[in-house]
């Protein structure tokens, strides 16, 4: 567990003993060491391997064991039992903003309120008003709170790793049925969100109703919403959404254009037709004199009869994209082709799980020119990182293996931390011996808004330093970014000509779309990596590329799209 796991669990710790009604000291001892905990520098880990761990500011010697029984374990046996003496969703209620322990107590205690389903039920039902100092407007704001909570925590969405899975095996079991002639993926997932809601598939048939009541009979199938004449929508394990369109050959074009999406893109076209005389909907192009449907049978068509180049679904978002078709000036966006090497990898030196030789074969079968073997600092006690002496001796060995291959260029690296002062796990004199060095930011994560910008800032002034990795730290399912001023970042890359990474990892997709368009249009470099930790995540590059092509990236703004003999230039190093 790291840092911010661990923090976590001692806050919702004394949350728990709070609603119990136990010690105020008691509470505050665990507030107080998940506060501490969260501004280290280092993980925990690493000051446990290290002989360290009593070195915590601000934490007893109580706590202190507590926490090497979660660096061992996984959890700490008092956690484990309290959690067992509160109904569980009564820990869910006390994350809704506004709402402390003894709030949640009260309501528990008078009302019976046990989930935060049961909550927003009692506030809709006007019960909460009720109770002592309540009253109408706490009821009114507690609602917001739920209906923001669920918001902030992407309520309803899901990773677009997830949901390509879960598409792709309803298409495979829909291209069996004998009634289906294809299949496609339409909606956000064709246009490669990093979080997806429903899953839209078009289906070519000229039988649809048999279409339909094979979709609705697969045998995961947990709840029927809608089963219409050529359309339908099913609940699938997992809470996806799965809505489903029949469709005949000669409509399938505009189709699935249609449900491709954007609305904000559609509405753009919709009003291209209208100024040539035509309405456009789902079915293709209407005269608006004669009344006469021209049916498009391939997306390439309504683009052309618009006069328009064809557009990649990726840019579908009217972020400009019409314009540029307009204008002869579409990005020729990165291709996974492109792509000449990995530069964030680790090995069995830190915490991957493949040998160097391993992952440099392993790249060679996927016709790179390079990779580099960024193994953690010592900081990430966490991931097993290096210390100086170890990452020399890892040095020595990236020479001698390379002398082995004759097909690839290992480069040696490091994923350096950077520390809460925005100094580096490593000395200046370490990291001019090494190829590359790619920083980031582990722990200390809830440092505020000015801090941490300053933070990166600085390692990114450092004359080292050669790309930022994950830069905004978030992780699907496990913590938003953190609080970081990203036109400052990106200036201070664009000032000091250093790269920003599009972490590939399904998990990260960090930097967003957004963040890396930006990025492009200040002429910062940006480096697609996957951050490998097994030899099978190589395969994430196509995550990556898929976020670096929402953003508009063309090859010429990828530094891993760069020869050998291009980035041994960049980096400064001999090809020898």
Request: hydrophobic share 35%.
């Amino acid at each position: 567990m790291d840092n911010v796991q661990i923090a976590e669990m001692f806050n919702r710790m004394a949350r728990i003993l709070e609603f119990k009604g136990e010690n105020q000291f008691k509470t505050r001892a665990y507030t107080n060491a998940a506060r501490s905990i969260k501004g280290l520098d280092e993980e925990l880990m690493g000051l446990y391997r290290n002989g360290k761990i009593d070195s915590i500011p601000g934490v007893g010697e109580v706590l202190k064991s507590k926490i090497v029984e979660i660096l061992e374990t996984g959890s700490f046996d008092a956690y484990e039992k309290a959690i067992k003496e509160v109904p569980h969703g009564i820990i869910d209620i006390m994350d809704v903003p506004g709402i402390g322990p003894k709030m949640a107590r009260l309501f528990y205690e008078k009302l019976g309120i046990k989930s935060i389903d049961e909550l927003s039920k009692a506030a809709r039902e006007h019960r909460i008003r009720r109770l002592p100092r309540m009253g109408e407007k706490l009821e009114e704001k507690i609602l917001r709170s739920i209906i923001r909570l669920q918001q902030d925590k992407d309520y309803g969405r899901h990773p677009i790793a997830l949901a390509g899975e879960i598409a792709r095996e309803i298409r495979q079991e829909l291209c069996s049925s004998p009634h289906i002639e294809k299949v496609f993926i339409a909606g956000s997932l064709r246009r490669k969100k990093d979080t997806v809601g429903d899953i839209d598939l078009i289906v070519v048939s000229d039988e649809p109703e048999k279409a339909i009541n094979f979709f609705i009979n697969m045998e995961k199938v947990e709840e029927i919403l809608e089963a219409g004449a050529s359309k339908a929508s099913v609940m699938y394990p997992g809470n996806f959404h799965i809505d489903l369109r029949v469709v005949e050959r000669e409509h399938l074009g505009s189709m699935l254009q249609h449900f491709t999406g954007s609305k904000e893109h559609n509405i753009h076209l919709r009003r291209l037709a209208i100024s040539k005389g035509y309405r456009l909907n789902e079915y293709g192009f209407t005269n608006e004199n004669s009344g006469i449907l021209k049916p498009c049978g391939r997306e390439e068509d309504i683009y052309d009869f618009l006069g328009l180049d064809y557009l990649p679904p990726e840019l579908r978002e009217d972020r400009g994209e019409i314009e540029a078709s307009l204008t002869g000036n579409l990005p020729r966006l990165i291709e996974k082709k492109d792509i000449k090497g990995d530069l964030h990898v680790h090995s069995t030196w830190s915490d991957g799980i493949n040998t160097i030789e391993e992952l440099a074969q392993a790249a060679i079968q996927r016709g790179y020119e390079y990779i580099a073997i960024t193994d953690h600092s010592h900081s990430t006690g966490i991931a097993n990182g290096l210390s100086e002496k170890q990452l020399i001796e890892h040095m020595g060995e990236i020479e001698r293996i390379n002398d082995e291959f004759d097909d690839i260029r290992i480069l040696s690296g490091t994923e350096c931390d950077i520390r809460a002062d925005g100094k580096l796990d490593y000395s200046n004199d370490i990291l001019e011996r090494l190829d590359i060095v790619i920083v980031a930011v582990h722990a200390g994560l809830e440092q505020d808004r000015t801090r941490m910008t300053r933070r990166i800032v600085a390692a990114l002034e450092n004359e080292h330093v050669d790309i930022l990795a994950h830069p905004t730290g978030r992780k699907f399912g496990k913590r938003p970014a953190y609080d970081v001023e990203m036109e400052k970042i990106i200036t201070a890359a664009k000032e000091n000509e250093k790269g920003l990474e599009i972490n590939s990892s399904p998990w990260r997709l960090d930097l967003n779309d957004t963040n890396a368009r930006n990025a492009k249009e200040h002429g910062v470099m940006l480096a697609i990596n996957t951050d490998t930790h097994a030899i099978d995540h190589f395969d994430n590059i196509s995550f990556g590329i898929d976020v670096a092509r929402r953003a508009w990236v063309e090859p010429d703004d990828v530094i891993n799209a760069m020869s050998l003999k291009q980035i041994c230039s960049r980096l400064g190093i001999s090809r020898q």
